[in-house]
């Protein structure tokens, strides 16, 4: 039924907030019953709640004012005193406070207890908290991460006495205890080239002292920094490079010996403070052997690649709920948006690419602990095609769902006082950090597979799951396994061929696509099994006709199976087998 065009201020759509981002959820949710077992997951259940409650609500505002009032450095205290502090806005402090200590997201895999559960736990459990907070403030997501990334590398590599000192500090809950945590890697000279770094470690009198300046160091007053330096007289390159840890207080309480120079202005993730280090012989500590630092540095990066892509994918669906509650709650020219068919196509074209990047963040989270837990080399390989694969496609989309959302909500998204803007600017981060597009892709290519050979680990599973879906047609399946096939040969002859280096994107996309293809379809059979659902058959039909297929430009794309994919994936209601096999037909 139309309605009177309103002409008062109720005639702009609501906002998110008051919404609950894990029970609007039913994605996140099925995924959750696929790869945590009954008893782990009916334990989260009711922390994911009130979670997603919060983050809908009282921490959605904190972060909006914790991102208009940003951090600020002194240089000195108020008795004159060369003491640098960074001053916060309260906001940012009660974001802390729900992060650290009220659901410990930066202790989920080092410390039991939390939450009442009697074990760590799994990374995917781990990652739908992730997910749900960074729906609400992204900037806070970077201090959690290399919190959680500096206690695994003293955890694995640290000594014993180091462990004593600093490991209990960066995995508890208490705030009044917590010790977060910081890695120092970039410098003017090496970003992307880590082996150009030109810090120095000097062993002066039985103490590690640095040397040297950092120029984008996040979290920038973290009380322990875990950073590459190259002893000196060590060799050029990456093999030159020792991990240390820095600790920011000496056991006296005064200032180690490096200062904060200034805080970065940002495009986003304004809440959080990044600067530039300056060290004149703070003392470090090593951890492992001085000639693999950057082998044992490398080793986190899987996990915080996976991080990278499940915090994008966060972005992209608070981007999305927003969307669909703008469509489901505006009229315009007498109909609600939610009706009109350019309208749904876009809510469509946002859908997908949510839904992609939350399908690999959970294969891949599982298959991350399947490597660290159960010590599977399969899933060693797995996972390393599949972090830097899905961190280059993940926080691309990113940016694309979050700024076509905005126009969703027309002019109005592009004030400040929505979080639009926000999610924006916080979205062009994820395809930078922990190494910009064209690097990722080329570790993809040329390194995952050309050097490792860990595509076929990819293709052997994604196989595997083609053949345990039933639910899907045979001609789908088919076309599935042809898609496999093509994408690791494309892959392995970019590799092998110096002269298609240029390749590396595309052959990089092209696999993100046909894993995330393989995977919806996967996740189709165990949610139909479940409750009689085969909706994400729809996406994974979708992902080969709009990402893996090359339309016609002179051609109409639409149609009635477009109408009858929207009609079945914009609405709530359950997917039969029969009518998924019709649709794909």
């Known amino acids: 039924m139309n309605k009177p065009l309103r002409v008062n201020s109720d005639a702009i759509a609501p906002d998110t907030t008051g919404l609950n981002f894990y029970t609007l959820d039913r994605s996140l949710q099925d995924l959750l019953d696929i790869h945590l077992e009954p008893k782990l997951r009916a334990h ?16 959605d505002e904190c972060a909006r004012l914790a991102d208009r009032h940003t951090p600020i450095l002194h240089q000195r205290d108020k008795f004159g005193r060369d003491v640098q502090t960074i001053e ?6 009660e974001l802390e406070d729900a992060a650290f200590g009220r659901f410990g997201i930066h202790a989920l895999s080092h410390r039991k207890g939390i939450m009442g559960w009697d074990d760590v736990y799994p990374a995917a459990a781990k990652h739908a908290f992730t997910y749900l907070f960074n729906q609400t403030e992204f900037g806070m997501g970077c201090p959690i991460n290399v919190t959680d990334g500096s206690a695994m590398l003293l955890s694995r590599y640290g000594s014993d006495d180091l462990k004593a000192k600093y490991l209990d500090g960066l995995t508890t809950t208490d705030m009044s205890r917590l010790t977060q945590g910081a890695q120092f890697m970039t410098e003017k000279e090496g970003g992307s080239d880590v082996g150009s770094l030109t810090t120095v470690a000097r062993h002066v009198d039985g103490q590690w002292r640095l040397y040297g300046e950092k120029w984008f160091c996040s979290n920038a007053d973290g009380k322990v920094a875990t950073l590459l330096a190259r002893p000196e007289g060590a060799g050029a390159g990456t093999r030159g490079l020792a991990l240390f840890l820095m600790p920011r207080f000496l056991d006296d309480g005064s200032q180690n010996a490096y200062r904060i120079v200034r805080l970065k202005e940002k495009l986003g993730t304004r809440s959080m403070a990044s600067g530039e280090i300056k060290f004149d012989g703070a003392i470090c500590y090593p951890l492992g052997r001085l000639d693999r630092g950057f082998v044992q540095m490398a080793e986190m990066v899987n996990w915080s690649r996976l991080s990278n892509g499940v915090k994008s994918t966060a972005l ?3 981007a999305l709920t927003d969307s669909f509650h703008v469509a489901r709650n505006r009229y315009v020219f007498g109909k609600l948006i939610v009706d009109m068919p350019l309208a749904r196509r876009q809510l469509l074209k946002l859908m997908l690419p949510v839904e992609q990047a939350l399908s690999l963040s959970f294969v891949t989270a599982t298959a991350l602990d399947r490597a660290e837990t159960g010590g599977s080399q399969e899933a060693a390989a797995l996972v390393r095609m599949l972090t830097p694969v899905m961190k280059f496609r993940i926080t691309r989309d990113a940016r694309k769902v979050t700024g076509d959302a905005l126009e969703m909500r027309g002019g109005i998204g592009y004030v400040e006082e929505f979080a639009c803007a926000r999610v924006l600017r916080d979205s062009y981060l994820g395809s930078i950090w922990e190494g910009t597009s064209n690097i990722v892709a080329l570790d993809s290519i040329t390194r ?7 595509e076929s680990a990819l293709a052997a599973d994604l196989h595997a799951r083609v053949g345990e879906t039933t639910v899907a047609p045979q001609a789908h399946r088919d076309r599935l396994k042809h898609a496999i096939d093509r994408a690791i040969a494309l892959a392995q002859k970019v590799a092998g061929d110096g002269d298609n280096e240029a390749e590396a994107r595309r052959a990089t996309s092209v696999l993100y696509h046909v894993a ?17 659902d085969a909706r994400r058959l729809l996406f994974s039909r979708l992902v080969l006709d709009h990402r893996l297929s090359a339309p016609d430009p002179f051609d109409v794309q639409t149609g009635a199976r477009e109408t009858a994919f929207a009609d079945s994936l914009l609405s709530d209601a359950p997917v039969s087998q029969a009518r998924a096999a019709e649709l794909l037909a």
């Open 316 to 318: 992209m669906r608070r």
């Open 448 to 454: 995952a597979v050309g050097r490792h050979h860990a």
């Open 44 to 59: 989260i259940e009711p922390h994911l709640i009130e979670l997603g409650g919060l983050a809908g609500g009282r921490l």
């Open 88 to 93: 916060y806005h309260p906001a940012y402090r």
């Open 516 to 532: 995330t293809a393989v995977t919806l379809a996967w996740e189709a059979q165990q949610t139909h099994e479940r409750r009689g």
